[in-house]
């Protein structure tokens, strides 16, 4: 994938799942609650988020990774070394990423940043912030009065001698809390605008209408692509809920000829048809004529 795509200006990282239920042949094996396919091999995955074409998977080997194999930018971490292996080709280009908020590492974004690359992810708490957020004080800040949903505000500071920028906006019910180090707080003619509806005090009824500044504009925008590629590697029927084996190796192979597969299929309604994707054929059929080519396999 990095001789033969290059992906846009902004790219999405997320996780992938493929499906295996037996945790005693499976090499990786996880099980994840929250994910629509709970059991299997997790992959760190980075689509470009205007296409969706998936160009870099990383497999989470957890405890069966062997500890003596060494690993590039291990000085920058367990998120970060992740982070500039799967972008290793996008280094120094300047790329805006959004990540997702299990890579909510400020030195890791830091240390993204250093190589040419931005980047943005969402803060959650969970048991406590995340090192170098105060997440209390940004939450009184925009408990004052005078500030109104949709509002933002920004935090800056440096980080090893790099500046980056804690985001807020004010929801109805909550803040919502960014870290990044690309473009600072400001709207732009292309950013969406946004309502919102709530019951406030006494039960009345109040809404708002915003445009939303850039960081959280991408963030909406943009973070779908991953789960847009999963769930059109999933849909049935799948290659992967098909071809029944009992071997491993064949489940991780199966996994990869169905992200080529996707890929195709996203590269045809991208680059082939553009703007006018309602003239795309729809995946049922792509994947019926893709499917003749394989029995009729001249090879």
């Not at 629509?36 to 998936?54: Q, V």
């Not at 790099?162 to 906006?169: E, I, K, P, R, S």
């Not at 489940?251 to 080529?260: I, T």
């Not at 703007?275 to 090879?299: D, G, M, S, V, Y």
Request: with cysteine; charged share 25%; aromatic share 12%.
């Amino acid at each position: 994938m990095a001789s033969k795509f290059i992906a846009a200006w902004v790219m999405c990282l997320d996780e992938s799942m493929s499906i295996w239920h037996n945790r005693w042949t499976c090499p990786g094996w996880i099980f994840c609650p929250r994910k629509p396919h709970p059991f299997g091999n997790e992959y760190h995955t980075a689509c470009c988020a205007l296409s969706n074409i998936l160009f870099s998977i990383k497999l989470v080997e957890g405890k069966d990774a062997p500890p003596q194999v060494a690993r590039d930018f291990e000085n920058s971490g367990k998120t970060g070394g992740l982070l500039l292996r799967m972008l290793r080709t996008y280094h120094h280009t300047g790329r805006y990423v959004v990540l997702d908020s299990g890579f909510c590492v400020l030195k890791a974004i830091v240390d993204l940043q250093k190589a040419g690359v931005y980047s943005a992810t969402l803060i959650k708490k969970r048991k406590y912030w995340p090192k170098g957020v105060p997440g209390e004080a940004m939450q009184s800040h925009f408990d004052e009065e005078g500030v109104q949903v949709g509002d933002c505000d920004a935090i800056q500071g440096v980080l090893d001698g790099t500046t980056y920028n804690l985001w807020g906006m004010k929801e109805p019910d909550y803040v919502m809390r960014m870290m990044a180090t690309g473009r600072p707080v400001a709207a732009l003619d292309s950013c969406k605008m946004a309502k919102r509806r709530w019951r406030g005090e006494g039960g009345v009824d109040c809404s708002r209408t915003f445009q939303y500044t850039c960081p959280f504009d991408w963030h909406f925008r943009y973070r779908h692509a991953v789960d847009d590629h999963n769930n059109l590697r999933h849909a049935l029927p799948s290659i992967e809920d098909t071809w029944l084996t009992r071997r491993w190796e064949v489940r991780v192979f199966s996994f990869l000829l169905a992200v080529c597969k996707v890929n195709l299929f996203l590269v045809i309604r991208f680059f082939v048809f553009g703007n006018k994707k309602e003239h795309a054929p729809t995946l049922l059929t792509f994947r019926r004529k893709l499917a003749w080519q394989l029995i009729n396999n001249e090879w």
